[in-house]
T-cell receptor
């Protein structure tokens, strides 16, 4: 079946612009995670959604970052007023249920470059 | 709090040689540990996981890892490297308690190069 998909695969934006990154999880997966992969910080957790529960936003680096998940499926990560330090690969993962027993399936990522 | 340290950002081996990628963890509660592989321009793929069952865990592509609590280690090994093993490998930790929800804390990654 289809895996996790992310769009766009690459995004180049100017400093100060807003960007939206999209994640389509595997159908039926209730848990969705966003991670960021950058040269300086490695792989970092950003935010987690599970069903209709309030999201865990504890990894978001600043209030310029926000995410939503509509209808328990597609998720959008929005970065406002982008800065050069936001340049990174943004990875999305989904799993059938939250918790360590359920493997997280990762998408190919969106490479964001802020110029 | 939990953390992962991967010793060696780059490891180079010859085809057919033993692969050993080192991972040490720190966790205040019993950990669950994972190894992921990332091929260029792709997402992460789970190789294997330790979730408090057997300490020797076998994964895909001939890889295995052994959980050693006394050494706080979870090193990844493969007896004989193949060219197709060239990739970046990440060790990650989480735990089942509190509000972890399975969110992963990753090491810095180790790039494995395999020479013919």
């Amino acid at each position: 079946g289809a895996g996790v998909s992310q769009s766009p695969s690459n995004k180049v934006t100017e400093k100060g612009k807003d960007v939206e990154l999209r994640c389509d999880p595997i159908s039926g997966h209730t848990a969705l995670y966003w991670y960021r992969q950058s040269l300086g910080q490695g792989l970092e957790f950003l935010i987690y959604f599970q069903g209709n529960s309030a999201p865990d936003k504890s990894g978001l680096p600043s209030d310029r970052f926000s995410a939503e998940r509509t209808g328990g499926s597609v998720s959008t990560l929005t970065i406002q007023r982008t800065q050069q330090e936001d340049s990174a690969v943004y990875l999305c993962a989904s799993s059938s249920l939250a918790g360590i027993s359920y493997e997280q399936y990762f998408g190919p990522g969106t490479r964001l470059t802020v110029t | 709090a939990q953390s992962v340290t991967q010793l060696g950002s780059h490891v180079s081996v010859s085809e057919g040689a033993l692969v050993l990628l080192r991972c040490n963890y720190s966790s205040s509660v019993p950990p669950y540990l994972f190894w992921y592989v990332q091929y260029p321009n792709q997402g992460l793929q789970l190789l294997l996981k330790y979730t408090s069952a057997a300490t020797l865990v076998k994964g895909i592509n001939g890889f295995e890892a052994e959980f050693k609590k006394s050494e706080t280690s979870f090193h990844l090994t493969k007896p004989s490297a193949h060219m197709s093993d060239a990739a970046e490998y990440f060790c990650a930790v989480t735990n089942a308690g509190g509000t972890s929800y399975g969110k992963l804390t990753f090491g810095q990654g180790t790039i494995l190069t395999v020479h013919p």
